[in-house]
């Protein structure tokens, strides 16, 4: 993976933001273009507090896998990963459980051109990268099958990810269609934005985007929780994201400043 070109899979379009750069300019990163900060600029303009909601997101994602990882877990499939930040999802993991075996995929080239952070394993596990989009979960679980034992469970990590899909392209069908390929035992992991704190401001961030041609599809408690339907939900179910689990890991500056509107929850397939 490490030694290929971006622009073969289909180039780094740097004439419109993308949410993974946009994410990566939120964190600080430098793997952004300027169409990715001027519009993370509109967007802190709105909500000053959008950085912090992306830390929140981050610090549930750690959080989630530990909890995972100590309850058992050894494989993950994280779909939109996103430029990686230290630490990635399988350094959480690979520090509970050395043998862990990690799937990472996402659509933007970019993250193809930095997948070398992403493969850093331990000798006792695996981590690959798979360049693939969500609306397309044939391939995405035809290609982690390559690393991933489907016939044992899998947490399917969606963090921050399924708010960027309109119900038009099936978002819950997506999930319930990447659900029916995994095995008794495994878990769904999500956050989500939403509309239902911040009403004024979401829509006025919803028209942004959009005008930019990047879709924010924010739903409702109701509509988040739709996703775990025929899950179990692991306690505390869903909640704001920074207060599933907050003993599990350090507390973002700033994340009780106001409200953080945004839902994550774990489910567990029976």
Request: include cysteine; proline fraction near 8%; aromatic fraction near 6%.
């Amino acid at each position: 993976m490490t030694g290929q070109d971006p622009t073969a899979a289909g180039g780094i379009d740097t004439s419109r933001p993308h949410p993974a750069r946009m994410y990566d300019w939120y964190l600080g990163g430098k793997d952004n273009y300027p169409v990715d900060e001027e519009m993370g600029r509109q967007m802190l303009a709105l909500d000053p507090r959008v950085p912090v909601m992306a830390r929140v997101n981050r610090a549930f994602m750690h959080r989630a896998t530990r909890w995972l990882a100590e309850s058992g877990v050894r494989q993950f499939l994280d779909i939109g990963t996103g430029i990686p930040t230290e630490p990635n999802l399988h350094q959480i993991a690979q520090s509970v459980a050395p043998d862990a075996r990690v799937v990472y995929c996402d659509n933007d080239p970019i993250v193809l051109a930095h997948a070398a952070a992403l493969l850093r394993s331990t000798p006792e596990g695996v981590t690959e990268y798979l360049q693939a989009d969500v609306r397309d979960p044939a391939a995405i679980v035809e290609g982690a099958k390559r690393t991933l034992d489907f016939g044992r469970p899998v947490a399917l990590s969606l963090v921050a990810l399924l708010h960027f899909v309109p119900d038009e392209d099936g978002a819950h069908e997506l999930v319930r269609r990447l659900l029916s390929e995994l095995a008794p035992g495994s878990h769904l992991v999500m956050t989500h934005a939403t509309a239902d704190f911040t009403p004024e401001e979401s829509a006025a961030a919803t028209a942004k985007l959009k005008a930019a041609g990047v879709t924010l599809a924010l739903r409702s408690r109701e509509e988040f929780t739709r996703f775990f339907d025929g899950l179990e939900l692991v306690d505390p179910g869903v909640e704001i994201v920074h207060k599933w689990h907050p003993e599990l890991g350090e507390p973002v500056p700033g994340q009780d400043d106001g409200v953080i509107p945004g839902y994550g929850a774990v489910g567990r397939k029976g």
